[in-house]
């Protein structure tokens, strides 16, 4: 894995485990993003709505303590200011249920942790992100 050109960009990486929250962000800091992490619910719907200019992904682990990540989910949606933020669930849940029950509510991917390379989730978020910059 090559580090790519600076992109500029900024992604808020919302995971209550610490452990991951730093591989995540070391991949994505290796791949030219600038990365925010923030460990609960309450504290993400805190500093995500004050982030200027908007992050280019928002990714979104269920389980974290305080406010959940749908009720994350759900709020920043009803926020005009994210309607084009792609939002990807990064989880350990592999209910077809909590998958079709994130994407009805708007989430614009989902991603099972353990089904998933690190190398593979920044991919996946940098074509999510591509993909709604060009759509």
Do not use: C, W
């Amino acid at each position: 894995m090559e580090p790519k050109a600076a992109l500029n960009q900024k992604v808020v990486l919302i995971e209550d485990d610490e452990y991951m929250a730093r591989i995540y962000e070391r991949a994505f800091v290796f791949a030219g993003y600038e990365v925010e992490v923030l460990s609960d619910g309450e504290q993400a719907l805190a500093v995500v709505p004050t982030i200027n200019p908007l992050p280019a992904a928002i990714i979104l682990d269920i389980a974290i303590p305080k406010i959940g990540g749908y009720d994350v989910l759900l709020a920043l949606r009803q926020n005009p200011r994210f309607g084009m933020v792609p939002i990807v669930v990064l989880t350990n849940s592999f209910l077809e249920t909590e998958k079709d029950r994130f994407a009805a509510a708007g989430a614009d991917a989902y991603l099972i942790k353990i089904e998933n390379q690190t190398k593979d989730v920044v991919d996946k978020v940098a074509s999510v992100i591509s993909s709604m910059r060009h759509s």
